[in-house]
């Protein structure tokens, strides 16, 4: 079974400096990783996805992902924290051997960026 | 949120009433999801949608019920059967191939009164 693990409920950092949201995975064939962020009360937005290349991966707002098949990982980074990053951040694993497996989601980690 | 729409973005019911949540895209998607988020629990899937008029139950199914009549309109009805039916809901569609991404709707918060 698929399954995606945000070990870190909260993290904060502050504005100006580097961030790093963790994501590790499991599935049972090769992944499609996916990166979203949720604001309050809205619906999610994809910022960056994994299917096959290159291990880091560039999206949207200045966001990237390192892809590390030995340690089922997909961290999210940012050089620089703006206070807007702030926002809730999810992880999603879809397995990409086995057609018909949906995406699955982790629980999300709240970012705080401190001005 | 893409050109997915939801409403509305409020929704009260009482106890024992059944309520349907609209979901309407115009981005030409073939699949279509509902998920249900809970704090703390991130999504899980209640329906999706890979084409018209056939779907498949998610991870939480019981007490929801789903129609896929037009490839645009993927409505989520929560029953009275659905014990703990507070949540946020959201509807996503995406592009059939399973390594496109998700469009996300803005999201129907319901509470049970």
């Known amino acids: 079974a698929q399954s995606v693990a945000q070990p870190e409920d909260q993290v904060n950092v502050a504005e100006g400096n580097p961030l790093t949201v963790k994501c590790t995975y499991s599935?049972?064939?090769?992944?499609?990783l996916f990166w979203y962020v949720q604001y309050p009360n809205r619906g999610l937005q994809f910022l960056l996805k994994y299917i096959t290349g290159d291990n880091l991966v560039k999206g949207s707002y200045g966001f990237e992902a390192e892809f590390n098949k030995s340690q089922t990982s997909f961290h999210l980074k940012k050089p620089s924290a703006l206070v807007s990053d702030s926002a809730l951040y999810f992880c999603?694993?879809?397995?990409?051997?086995?057609?018909?497996?949906?995406?699955?989601f982790g629980p999300g980690t709240r970012l705080s960026v401190l001005p | 949120d893409g050109g997915i729409t939801q409403s509305p973005k409020y929704l009260f019911r009482k106890e024992g009433q059944n309520v349907t949540l609209s979901c309407e895209q115009n981005l030409n998607h073939d699949a279509m999801y509902w998920y249900r988020q809970d704090p703390g629990q991130g999504l899980r899937l209640i329906y999706y949608?890979?084409?018209?008029?056939?779907?498949q139950k998610g991870d939480i199914a019981e007490g929801y019920s789903v129609s896929r009549e037009k490839k645009e309109s993927f409505p989520l009805t929560v029953t009275s059967a659905q014990k703990n039916p507070t949540a946020f809901y959201l509807c996503?569609?995406?592009?059939?191939?399973?390594?496109?991404?998700?469009?996300f709707g803005p999201g129907t918060r319901l509470t049970v009164l």
């Open positions: 996503a569609s995406s592009v059939g191939a399973s390594y496109n991404e998700q469009f």
């Open positions: 999603a694993v879809r397995d990409m051997d086995n057609y018909g497996q949906n995406f699955v």
């Open positions: 949608s890979q084409i018209v008029n056939d779907f």
């Open positions: 599935v049972s064939g090769n992944p499609y």
